[in-house]
């Protein structure tokens, strides 16, 4: 391996052949090791404090081990069941609602007649960069029950208003409302790009084999974008067992339980309640669901790859 | 000659084609409306008093409250300050980020070293923890060290950049080991070669870095929060969230400052749209 031979400051007239060989790790180390460094500090450390944490509980003041007790505490605790309901109802809705849109935004956005694409496609990505707290602010105002934006407009169709952020059903219609709202254009502007690395000219012979723009895109386009729409699923998909933005700063979980995900229950018991055992416990729980989906997705994903 | 030339009269489209063609536009209409909806509301309720946001009918032209509103939002939440402390720390924690996760991916990408797959592992495996569940030890860790509220409580933890480090070792994949080895031999350095060989070669990919990273600690809300307990300390966002727990919220200047912290990011996406884009696509087309 070429590149392992690491010669520092070796004097010109010595080239070549003869180079004195040093240990490639020091140099590797150089560029690696800071990064290395701060991995360990503020990742691998935490992580571990976490993972012990999740086996104690605070009794009188100090922790003390419990060993899986805190688990078990998750299995009777209605709360988290709910979380995780939540959760399964968002998974199953809103990520196949979501990618089916941003799939038909893109094939539309990828129309060879259609002019000023990159300024339809900074539209629908601007979302996707809002800052959080102006996408809550906004999103409180236009969904306000007493005189906000979206109950004006029900009221001028004639409509009866509806209480947006405080009846449990329509709660969780906001949440996966506004998350789609989010995360469409974002996805959309993905699988485009996807799309614009199949060929011109197979649309071309599609039309010449008498296939009308339904067909071209069920039959030829689309079974080749399956590894764009598959990594796209894959990332909503994780993006989803961690959901908290909308949840949090929308309707804090509530009412009730309506809107509560894992994410948001973990904020809660850790800084709110300060149990941080249980936190943990949460915490981890998450992370072994996200470890499942995503090595299950991956296998999906090698598999398509291997086509 | 005119310089136009003669143009073949173009054929009349079927019917079911430019049918097909209005509704498609119709649909990217719609959409672009519901997508810009939000930021159109953020940009005339700041010109109103909040007041006026809930009457009926809302009202469709911009007020003259503008100025009024800026002034109140400076007065409660020292916006300048914030804006100012919002930019110095995107601005340091993106220098320092972006250089580190391109040193960490030009070492994984071209060196061979004991430690290499088990760095590589836990930058993977990075990618797949949210965030959550590192707060309360971080937490804990900041506050043994004594550094709640303090600036680099906000910037260190979050130096190392997973996402970074993949993707400039893949763009260091690609760089050609023989220019690496002639200036090896022209007895360059190997900190020399990186600064002048290697970085000037991957300036879209370090671009689109940069731009990433600035957002993304821009936009970085939980952690300050977290962190940060004095106003002329906090961020963008964190002093923003401090006007939603009011028992009068001033909608009004909310919306001003929620348009004004989303301005920023605007320009830069619509400066740079393509490094965003590709950005995007760094897991999705090569993976």
Redesign the interface.
């Known amino acids: ?12 007239a010595s ?2 052949p003869a ?1 004195r060989r040093r240990s ?2 020091t ?10 460094v ?2 360990t500090a ?6 571990g ?2 993972l012990y ?1 999740s086996f104690t509980a605070r009794r009188d003041g100090v922790d003390v081990w419990v060993g899986l007790d805190q688990y078990r505490r998750l299995l009777d605790d209605p709360a988290f069941l709910h979380s995780l309901v939540n959760t399964a109802l968002i998974l199953a809705v809103q990520v196949p609602v979501m990618i089916g849109l941003a799939l ?2 893109a094939v ?2 990828n ?1 060879s ?2 002019r000023f694409r ?1 300024g ?8 996707a ?14 969904l ?1 029950t ?4 979206a109950n ?1 407009l029900l ?2 169709l004639g409509l009866q208003p509806v209480d947006w952020l405080n009846s449990p059903t329509w709660a969780r219609i906001s949440v996966i409302g506004s998350v789609t ?1 989010r995360w469409t ?2 996805n959309a ?2 699988l485009l ?2 799309l614009q ?1 199949v060929g011109r000219d197979q649309y071309e012979a599609a039309a010449l084999d008498g296939a009308g ?1 339904l067909r071209t895109h069920t039959g030829v386009i689309l079974p080749q974008l399956r ?2 729409v598959l ?2 699923t894959i990332t909503s998909t ?1 993006g989803t ?2 959901l ?2 909308e949840n949090y700063v929308l309707t804090r979980g509530g009412p009730g339980d309506a809107t509560l995900t894992p ?1 948001v229950y ?2 809660k018991v ?2 709110q309640q300060l149990d ?1 055992g249980y ?2 416990a949460i ?2 729980v ?2 072994l669901l ?2 499942a989906v ?1 090595l299950l997705q991956f296998r999906l ?1 090698g598999r398509e ?1 291997r086509r | 000659m005119s310089s136009t030339p003669v143009r073949p009269q173009r054929p009349r489209r079927p019917l079911p084609a430019r049918l097909g063609r209005a509704a498609a536009l119709a649909v990217l209409t719609l959409g672009a409306v519901l997508s810009l909806i939000p930021f159109a509301w953020m940009l005339l309720a700041s010109t109103h008093s909040s007041a006026e946001l809930f009457h009926s009918p809302p009202p469709f032209l911009p007020g003259g409250r503008l100025l009024r509103n800026l002034a109140h939002l400076q007065d409660s939440i020292g916006f300048g300050r914030v804006l100012l402390n919002s930019l110095g720390i995107a601005a340091v924690h993106t220098l320092l980020s972006s250089l580190l996760s391109a040193m960490c991916g030009y070492g994984l990408a071209k060196y061979r070293f004991r430690g290499r797959g088990l760095l590589l592992g836990a930058v993977l495996a990075t990618l797949m923890i949210p965030l959550q569940v590192l707060l309360v030890p971080l937490f804990q860790m900041m506050a043994n060290l004594g550094w709640i509220d303090s600036y680099q409580a906000v910037i260190l933890p979050f130096l190392a950049n997973s996402f970074g480090v993949l993707l400039m070792r893949q763009s260091f994949l690609d760089f050609p080991d023989e220019l690496l080895e002639s200036a090896r031999i022209d007895g360059s350095g190997e900190l020399r070669t990186f600064y002048q060989v290697v970085l000037p070669c991957v300036r879209p990919q370090l671009g689109t870095l940069v731009i990433l990273t600035f957002m993304g600690q821009w936009n970085s809300f939980i952690w300050p929060l977290l962190m940060l307990n004095t106003q002329d300390k906090y961020t963008v966002p964190v002093a923003l969230n401090t006007l939603t727990g009011l028992s009068h919220v001033d909608y009004s200047g909310l919306m001003l400052g929620s348009f004004l912290a989303t301005l920023p990011l605007m320009v830069l996406f619509l400066l740079f749209q393509r490094q965003f884009v590709a950005g995007l696509l760094g897991g999705a087309l090569k993976g």
Do not use: E, K
């Open positions: 391996m070429t590149s392992s031979a690491t010669a520092l400051r070796t004097p010109r080239a070549a180079r490639p790790h140099a590797a180390w150089l560029f690696a090791g800071p990064t290395a701060l991995f503020f990742f691998a450390y935490p992580l404090a976490s944490q038909v935004l539309l956005l129309q007649w259609l990159a339809w496609r900074a539209v629908f990505f601007l979302p960069i809002t800052t959080l707290v102006a996408y809550a602010v906004v999103f409180q105002v236009l306000r007493d005189g906000g934006l004006q009221h001028a709202w254009g974002y502007v993905i790009a996807g690395a723009p590894p764009v990594f796209c994780i067992l961690q908290f933005d994410v973990l904020y850790g800084f941080f936190a943990a915490a981890w998450v992370v996200i470890a995503s994903y790859r």
